[in-house]
């Protein structure tokens, strides 16, 4: 059977009973097979799923209709407003990074890399044998499958240097997907009311995720080349802060590499006080023209959490990360996360083992840094051409984004409209803040659909700043 014609028609016949009056009839299968080209088989699978849907309902023997929609009184929810209470934050409900947008639209607002830059087709198979598997009926352990908690304790251990102990799979803590794990770890490492040094600009779920375990978050100033290390020690210092959030590699947003140095100075100091360095390698497998180099392998003390995600570059279905911990640290998130979720889908742990353990992975791999490579390129030459005020303080080594700061009277709420019925959706900067933005910035990601575009999205962004030199 032929599920995208079955989808075609349901989409089709959604549109038209919208505009169908309630009861009225559908037309007969052999009509509607005869009208898409289908065969009768598909349509009933169509009609199948408007009435579970609840559009149609089937009537044996007289026909299809539109489903009467009982129009209730509206629904009086007032009560849970003294019953909850004010929130305990006012955290934004959907970052503009995780908005779904229609094909039409040049999408330079997303998180997660487009279809084409994943590894598909091992991803497929991979289901398929996980399905045939095991995993498919048993419960794995809570910490993870023992083969993936191995893969990410080695993958790590290839960067330890001679001299430093490397992670053992027992250090591994599988969680569904980093943010999952970001959650934990502010719970079990640092705690409600207390002080986390984060970099601002960092990224908006790390924020939300503070926000939520109620983690007091404390900004250090970073850049184009990571945090500033002297107001990172003084912020210990004034602060107390038992763990300092930050991605040394390719950070979102900024794409900031930490040098070598900055690397050993921000180590030295968080092993000065007594603290974690919470590193979030979450473009691990996006190097470009460089290859990340974790912190976390030169540090066998405990003093490094580090969480490996693996959703954006095997698949955003595929929500799989790996936290290394050592120490009574490790008890303590793997507590969390079972108070949490117990334990992570073993079909998805497999289905993210085999991918990563194909040698199709790493010809992969190899792949997508020359692709990212070229959709970086034109967009950041397609912005030097269409909006050359917007300026661009460094060109990434890796990852996904750009971060743009555009000039200071910027409306940046104005220009993201402008930009959004122009056909072009592209992120505020201010979301990326964990207190007030220090300028008007765009992230502008690269990574997604239809990167043939990338010149129109930029000339968009062009005008829109045209726009307001002129209002
Ligand atoms: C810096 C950073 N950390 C963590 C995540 C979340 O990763 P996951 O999809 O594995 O939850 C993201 C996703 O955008 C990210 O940018």
């Known amino acids: 059977m032929d599920n995208d014609s079955s989808s075609r028609i349901v989409a089709d016949l959604r549109e038209w009973i919208a505009s169908a009056a309630p009861g009225a009839r559908l037309p007969s299968t052999r009509t509607l097979a005869a009208r898409y080209g289908a065969s009768p088989v598909t349509v009933q699978k169509a009609l199948r799923t408007l009435a579970a849907q609840g559009m149609v309902e089937s ?68 289901f398929t044998r996980a399905a045939r598997s095991d995993a498919a009926v048993n419960r794995p352990p809570a910490a993870g499958l023992p083969e993936l908690q191995a893969w990410f304790a ?19 803590v599988v969680f569904p997907g980093s943010q999952s794990g ?13 002080p986390l040094l984060v970099e601002s600009p960092t990224y908006w779920g790390a924020i939300l995720a503070a926000a939520q375990a109620g983690v007091q978050v404390v900004p250090v100033p970073s850049g184009a080349r990571g945090p500033d290390p002297e107001e990172l020690a003084r912020a210990f210092e004034r602060t107390g802060a038992r763990a300092f959030y ?41 190097g470009i023209d460089a290859d990340p180099v974790p912190i976390a392998a030169r540090d066998d003390a405990g003093h490094v959490v580090y969480l490996r995600s693996l959703t954006k570059s095997v698949s955003p279905a595929v929500r799989i990360a790996g936290v290394v911990a050592r120490g009574p640290a490790r008890t303590r998130v793997l507590a969390d996360a079972q108070a949490e979720s117990m334990y992570v889908s073993g079909i998805l742990q497999t289905a993210a083992l085999d991918v990563v353990t194909q040698p199709a992975w790493r010809t992969h791999l190899r792949n997508l840094r020359h692709q990212l490579a070229a959709r970086r390129d034109l967009l950041i030459a397609s912005l030097r051409e269409h909006a050359p005020t917007a300026r661009l303080e460094a060109v990434p080594q890796g990852g996904l984004n750009i971060w743009v700061r555009l000039p200071d009277a910027t409306d940046l709420a104005r220009l993201v409209r402008d930009c959004e019925s122009d056909g072009v959706l592209v992120a505020p900067g201010g979301e990326w803040f964990p207190a007030e933005p220090t300028g008007a910035y765009l992230r502008l990601n690269y990574s997604g659909p239809n990167p043939g575009a990338f010149p129109d999205g930029a000339h968009a962004v062009g005008r829109a700043l045209a726009r307001q030199r002129t209002r």
């Open 59 to 126: 009537r044996p023997g007289v026909g299809t209709f539109v489903r009467a929609i009982r129009v209730a009184r509206p629904n009086d929810y007032g009560w849970q407003t003294a019953a909850l209470g004010s929130p305990r934050n006012r955290a934004p409900q959907l970052s503009t990074a995780l908005r779904t947008a229609p094909n039409d639209v040049i999408a330079l607002h997303s998180g997660y890399p487009d279809r084409e830059l994943l590894p598909e087709r091992l991803v497929r198979s991979a």
């Open 154 to 172: 080695a993958e790590l251990a290839t960067a330890t240097p001679a001299g430093t102990t490397p992670p053992a799979p027992g250090d591994v």
């Open 182 to 194: 970001l959650g934990t770890v502010f719970r079990a490492l640092v705690g409600a009311g207390r």
């Open 246 to 286: 930050a991605q040394p590699n390719f950070a979102n947003p900024t794409g900031a590499r930490w040098a070598p140095d900055l690397a050993d100075r921000v180590l030295g100091t968080v092993r000065r006080h007594g603290a974690f360095l919470i590193e979030d390698d979450w473009a691990h497998d996006f």
